[in-house]
């Protein structure tokens, strides 16, 4: 059982680095545009859906500064945050809601970049 989760976590980080990979800033996006259509044989598009960000959802939401720049955060309302991962095929967003004296992390990441940076930054309250 242990050897099964550590194959399921190799295969699991490795399909993740190749995504990301596969999906890294490419200037305008024209060739990740020309690479996206050799892949699936459509004609290429202007942007690659990897250059949208921020996706248009999140824009009415203030973006907040944190480290590292694999994680983008939105704080949707006081004290609740969109902890989002744009730059990988799945866009995981964990949400992290702040209260009087805890904090709450809807933990929803793919897990290839550590979360915890991210959370310190925005809250000192235990988080369960």
Known sequence: MRDLRRRARWATST?????LFACGRTGDGTDAA?????????APSPTSWCAKIP????????RVDVPGDWHEVYRVEPGVFAITEPRQFQEAIAYLVVGDSSAVLFDAGIGLVPLAPVVQALTSRPVR
């Open 15 to 19: 399909s993740a680095a190749v995504l």
């Open 34 to 42: 020309k690479r996206d259509s050799a892949v699936n044989g459509t």
């Open 55 to 62: 996706r248009p959802e999140n824009v009415r939401f203030p």
